[in-house]
């Protein structure tokens, strides 16, 4: 874990701004004890059954949270549902929340009002671990690796066969890059040097997930660094995967919310809108605001 620990928090310092802002809302430690499958805070709900039956919808009823210590709260009355299976994407400005609701989500917190479900469990009747087991997340930090790429696959599936890893890599269409490589699976995946893109970093990130087999797979996108063959391929692998699981995005691409089943505007900690991408053209004028003054294809912070 230590070494992990070493690894991650000097790429980290290198990061954007947003991806700064999501390591405030999940602290990055807790991140990575959860990645040596050690149990993270909150504590309760160590008595239950390892297993559980949460299933692969997500549901939040009437939460509002609150960090410690703040005057007023980050998330206000959200009541939504996620799944089950499909593509859904949150959207909003910076300081919306989205980062916290994925905080929930995950169990790094819990919420002070309100309930939120997996499946037919309360998420507070589930250990943290369980939790995470259900719902796989990937967030900016967890693409941040070194090592090999068997290695970094392996880590949180220590029992992974290499067929397994083949498998993960071809469900993010790595397969063909990493059989290209020199030492193929024990090629180097690091920041510096022959190591992958920023786009493949992610890309492997995701196939580390998905070897954890979730119900539920969140994702915190980039908010910059993919070309139009890296935004195309992280399209196609959240449509995929839509059809097997359910998919949570916090989207700063307008193309990955044009490509949703369902788009989530949240601002100032409330759900403003929610509906198909098209829809929300409609009856959302902030969202629509959004898309129009979005640059590049980035929802403008
Ligand atoms: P961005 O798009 O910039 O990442 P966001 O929509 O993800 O923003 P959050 O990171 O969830 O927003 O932050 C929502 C609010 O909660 C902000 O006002 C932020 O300052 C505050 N906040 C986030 N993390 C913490 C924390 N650990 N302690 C106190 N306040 C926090």
Redesign the pocket.
């Known amino acids: 874990v230590l070494m992990y620990v070493f690894l991650l928090f000097g790429p980290v310092q290198q990061l954007t701004g ?1 991806a700064a ?2 390591g ?2 999940l602290p990055a430690a807790e991140r990575i004890l959860e990645l040596a499958e050690l149990e993270g805070e909150p504590g309760a709900g160590s008595q239950c059954s390892p297993d559980g039956t949460a299933g692969d919808t997500l549901v939040f009823g009437d939460v509002t949270f609150s ?1 410690p210590g ?1 005057s007023v709260p ?1 998330l206000v009355g959200l009541t939504c549902e996620f799944g089950p299976r499909g593509v859904h994407v949150i959207v ?10 994925l905080g929930l989500a995950t169990r790094f917190r819990d919420a002070t009002t309100g309930h939120i479900r997996l499946g037919d469990q309360d998420v507070r009747g589930l250990t943290p671990a369980d939790v995470r087991k259900k719902v796989g997340l990937v967030d900016q930090e967890s693409f941040v690796l070194e090592g090999g790429v068997a290695e970094c696959l392996r880590y949180g599936s220590p029992g992974a066969t290499e067929g397994d890893l083949w498998a993960a890599l071809d469900h993010v269409h790595l397969g063909a890059t990493v059989r290209a490589r020199p030492g193929q699976l024990d090629a180097p995946v690091g920041l510096r040097g022959l190591g992958l893109s920023g786009g493949e970093r992610q890309r492997l990130a995701i196939a580390r997930a998905l070897l954890r087999e979730p119900s539920i797979l969140v994702l915190d996108e980039a908010g910059s660094g993919l070309d139009a063959e890296g935004e195309r391929l992280l399209n196609l692998i959240l449509q995929e995967q839509g059809r097997l699981r359910t998919v949570i995005v ?1 989207a700063h691409r307008l193309s990955t919310a044009v490509a949703a089943d369902r788009v989530y505007l ?1 601002a100032g900690g409330r759900l403003q809108a929610a509906g198909h991408h098209d829809d929300m053209m409609r009856i959302s004028s902030q969202y629509a605001a959004m898309v129009s003054t979005q640059r590049a294809g980035l929802f403008a ?1």
């Open positions: 947003a802002s999501f405030q809302a960090y703040a980050t909003g400005p910076s300081g919306a929340g989205k980062s916290t609701l916090v949240l912070a």
